[in-house]
């Protein structure tokens, strides 16, 4: 077979990066653009958009290979396919997510790509009668639908902590700073022993990396005058102005902690892109490259994927936040807290989930615990019902697509160049 | 090919309880700030049909904004508090946006044939002031309600909430023994001038006075709200 036919899935595989960029950028960047105050720190300070273009490029490196293992050899029997069959499978599997992202702009819910994904090498499995590890398939299901329950469950218990032992101090500000400086460190060190247990090269880029985060973010909390709010006469004023400040912290947590958001979103999405081409190209250039071609493959697709984020999807995210109710930066700052404690420890397991449905999942939460004064509680109802309707299409337009390709002689084509 | 609306927008609508509740007042307040300028055209004789279709457009709009909340709640949406309760809220605050425009209708439908003195037209303006202080009042502890919402009610707040709801209680106060003066007054003329004008600027006194009485009321919901 002809090595520059290798273009078309590499191709669709940058096309699906940068849809699925476009996408989940949206949902990942619309809290922060629905709050003003954490809206306008995002945009004047062009340093911040490098918070998840780090993020995404640290997470899919180091974390996103045990990921891509699982999805490239986890499910069907991949090994005992040709690299025609292979070839095949990469072209349908990657067209079929494309139709489904499209199709989803049109539909209700949100799309997963995971689940697409996963779906389409289930299809793969079926057309060419490989081995299905059901039992994987099992737990990766059971893992789509416990992730956005135990989101809400996250979401709801943090904010509470949130509330009781900050907000609703009678010192609301002290205490505030104390305790931004305990959830900002637990969730550092979290991610730090979960990457120490995967490569030491990763910890001490992201200790260096969040050392300084929380450097500057101490500097600005104990030592500038960050906010030019005077305080009034008016009781009244003076509360709000206390409030004021203590969002102010807030939003800098949540902003600090958005590089978290999106490792375990480069984790989870760019090992999903590439998984197809990964196995092509290592079927090809097997001993051929230096070094592990799939941590080359992820580097550069995470750099696409989150280039995708930060200029397709946070447009968008402005767009549509003028459309939500605002949310305060506590409840961002718990949202995120959440998907990215979720995501990571998932991932670190191997498990693919989906960060639409999980951040969702926290906000129910955080609408249980009182956050919000209205909210859609049967939204995670129709989140579940939408994996399993995407899974099972993502199934049958696989192998109606698989269908087609061999009796319009595709196979045979390929088997002759 | 219908677009359906995003998930957050599902999730999380633009409007809340609570923004609608603050917009309604935010009318409330806007028109009430009329007032006193309407008494000054009324006692001077000039043409206030202004100021009536000024205050006229901010019931329309606080219509509007009590029919959106009506509909938001009617949805099967979690909202944090009883929809009865909401309702009742809505309906009494409402009521200060009609008796606003009440108000100044009546000023408009008829002119008293008599002179006003000094002293009463100086009361009548000094209970338009104190209706203004406590609507601004309570317009302020709206507020302060949807900041502690997002807060979960703390300490703090519940203790400033306290505050504001006795100096709410003291300009009802002042309010009620403005205006029994001023009927006292209006009653005190009843040999001397036409029944129908005493009864007029009468009812001009009950209509400002009702205002301070449905705040009371309002306060009372939000801090059942604030224990809910």
Known sequence: MMIYLIIIPLFLTILVCIFNGAKDGIFLLLPIFSNESTFIKYKNNKFIFLLPLIGEIVGATFLGEIVLRKIQYGFINTYSLSFNQLYICAIVILTVTLIIFFISSFLPFPISLSHTMIGGLIGAGLFFKLDIFFKNLISTTIVWTITPIFSLISGLILYKVILNFSLKNKKVLKITKITAIIYILSLYIFFLLIFLSKSKLAFYILLSFFSLLFLLFINRILFKKSQNINYSSNENDNLKIEYQKTEHIFSDLSLLILPNVFISHGANDVANSISLLSLLFLSLFKNKIYGNLNLYLLLIFSVILSLSIILNGSKKAEKISKDICKIESSKIFTSYYSLATSAILFSFFGYRISSVYTLTGSYIGIGYARGFSIFNSRLLFTLLISWFITFVISILLSYILFYITKFSGVFLWLSKI | ?228
């Open chain 2, 1 to 228: 090919m219908k677009k359906y609306p995003f998930i957050f927008q599902r999730l999380l609508p633009k409007n809340t309880p609570l923004n609608l509740i603050s917009q309604h007042v935010d009318c409330i307040y806007q028109s009430s700030l009329l007032l006193n300028e309407l008494l000054r055209y009324y006692f001077s004789n000039e043409e206030i049909s202004r100021f009536i279709e000024q205050i006229s457009f901010f019931e329309r709009k606080a219509d509007t904004i009590k029919n959106e909340l009506r509909q938001l709640i009617r949805n099967s949406l979690k909202i944090s508090f009883t929809r009865e309760d909401i309702l009742q809220f809505i309906h009494i605050q409402d009521n200060i946006m009609d008796s606003i425009e009440d108000f100044a209708k009546l000023l408009f439908l008829n002119r008293i044939s008599f002179t006003i003195d000094k002293q009463v037209e100086k009361l009548l303006n000094s209970l338009c002031d104190e209706v203004v202080n406590s609507i601004k009042n309570y317009k302020e502890m709206i507020d302060t309600f949807i900041t502690g919402y997002n807060y979960g009610f703390a300490k703090p707040i519940f203790d400033l909430q306290k505050k504001n709801i006795e100096q709410l209680d003291d300009l009802e106060h002042k309010i009620d023994t403005l205006s029994l003066d001023l009927g006292k007054i209006a009653f005190s003329f009843k040999d001397r001038y036409n029944a129908i004008d005493i009864i007029h600027f009468n009812n001009l006194i009950i209509l400002l006075s009702k205002i301070p009485n449905s705040i009371s009321r309002l306060t009372d919901k939000i801090l059942d709200f604030m224990n809910y």
